[in-house]
């Protein structure tokens, strides 16, 4: 049974990074991409950055385009979320997500999840 688990979370300064790190447990995913995810406090959970399984595609919200990274290594089944110029704004907690590269890749609602990493920026 594919399972993910999150680590990295922290609580850094504004203007600080920190690197997010998803194992993901289970078969190879060809034709899967993998996400992260952020749910702010008293909201729902939001689009942050996508990659295909291969690593050769990558998409992110306008929020957090050139600030993070999303990267893969597949030898390692792992996804990374490399952060930095980290905002308040950003804290959170952050979800990685397994999903067909077919479906939508915004939806919140949609394939496989972790438990969440919490993410705390102080100003």
């Known amino acids: 049974q594919e399972r993910l688990v999150e680590s990295g979370g922290g609580l850094v300064r504004s203007g600080e990074s920190l690197r997010l790190s998803c194992a993901v447990s289970?078969?190879?995913?060809?034709?899967?991409?993998l996400g992260w995810f952020r749910q702010l406090p008293g909201k729902g959970r939001e689009f942050v950055a996508r990659?295909?399984?291969?690593?050769?595609?990558?998409y992110y919200a306008d929020s957090v385009k050139g600030r993070f990274t999303i990267s893969m290594d597949n030898a390692k089944n792992a996804v990374y979320l490399q952060m930095n110029s980290l905002k308040p704004e950003d804290t959170a907690v952050y979800y990685c997500n397994l999903r067909s590269k077919e479906v939508l890749a915004t939806s919140p609602n949609l394939g496989l999840w972790g438990q969440g990493t919490q993410v705390t920026v102080s100003s």
């Open positions: 289970g078969r190879t995913f060809s034709n899967y991409a």
């Open positions: 990659i295909t399984w291969s690593g050769g595609s990558t």
